[in-house]
């Protein structure tokens, strides 16, 4: 009998050791940029993470949903849109230095310790000045979708992963240009001819 009380003690133990490693990923925050014109645009998103006091974790962001992307190039989708992709960044600060991601590409994951209660984590996203983009989108509506997974080699997590949504309400009116790189190739004291194109794109009106 004294055996089996023993028994059932350390069972106790052991399980409510195992339950406070559990670490929870909470609701996270959309990311929404409003209203594009070619200026840089600045915005945040988030998400909290709460783990037992004294555990590690990290906290990795992936490339999104959009085809292409990468965690270095992160780009928005919009499908009845000129150009369909628009190019965003999220990083891991408020100066927009460090680039939020999984460690690779020149990316970072944050690494954290739990605290025994809910922490909050910012996600800092940027739209940079002077993306190609045309006007006539006015109206799109770009999209894309980021995974944050919590990686801990101590600990299970509730709620990983999750996505975070990044939205972009509509480019400006007005007009848009873009160009083709003018490449004369090697000068060898002969003429040379090249040539380039050029491409603008206006809203209805403008």
Known sequence: MKRLILLFVFLLLCGARLEAQNCQLNGTTQISFGTYSSATVQTTGGFSVNCPSGVAFSI???AGTTAGATVANRLLYCAGCTPKTLGYQLFTNASYTTIWGDNTNGTY???????????????????????????????????DIVTVTIVCAKCSVSGNPQGVNVNLQQTAVGCGISANALNFGTYTGTVLNATSMLQVGCSSGT
């Open 109 to 143: 994951m944050v690494n954290a310790t739990g605290t025994g209660s809910s922490q909050p984590f910012t996600i800092w996203a940027q739209i940079p000045a002077l993306e190609y983009y045309f006007p006539n989108s006015y109206g799109g509506n770009y999209t």
């Open 60 to 62: 990795a962001l992936n």
